[in-house]
């Protein structure tokens, strides 16, 4: 069975950092991303391997300040989040593929595996 599980999301303060770990089993996968979904709004894409390990992809909301890897011997994806603003408030999801094509990256139907989520709270 495969499974994603995310954890490490928590309250933080504006400027902080946080990492997020995203566990998956049951099978590999070539594609992993992270995206995230804030009330009220659509989920959206965060960063994303494709297809190896130093092909990674940023929201341009987060590229400098977010860093995606990879863990292949342990199965696990992480996020590392710096300088933390308060728009980055949302639920965190990690997502899996193994069919996904580079025009589709960023968007959230591509991906036929997620976890169930980690809250990350900034507070300004």
């Known amino acids: 069975q495969v499974r994603l599980v995310e954890s490490g999301g928590r309250l933080v303060q504006t400027g902080d950092s946080l990492r997020l770990s995203c566990t998956v089993s049951?099978?590999?996968?070539?594609?992993t991303a992270w995206f995230r979904q804030a009330p009220g709004k659509e989920r959206e894409f965060v960063a994303a391997f494709f297809r190896s390990r130093t092909n990674t992809y940023y929201a341009d909301s987060v590229k400098g300040r977010f860093t995606i890897s990879k863990d292949n011997a342990n199965n696990m994806v992480y996020l590392q989040m710096n300088s933390l603003l308060p728009e980055d408030t949302a639920v965190y999801y990690c997502a899996a593929s193994s069919t996904l094509i580079l025009s589709t990256l960023r968007t959230a139907a591509s991906y036929g595996y997620w976890g169930q989520g980690t809250q990350v709270t900034v507070s300004s």
């Open positions: 049951g099978r590999s996968f070539s594609s």
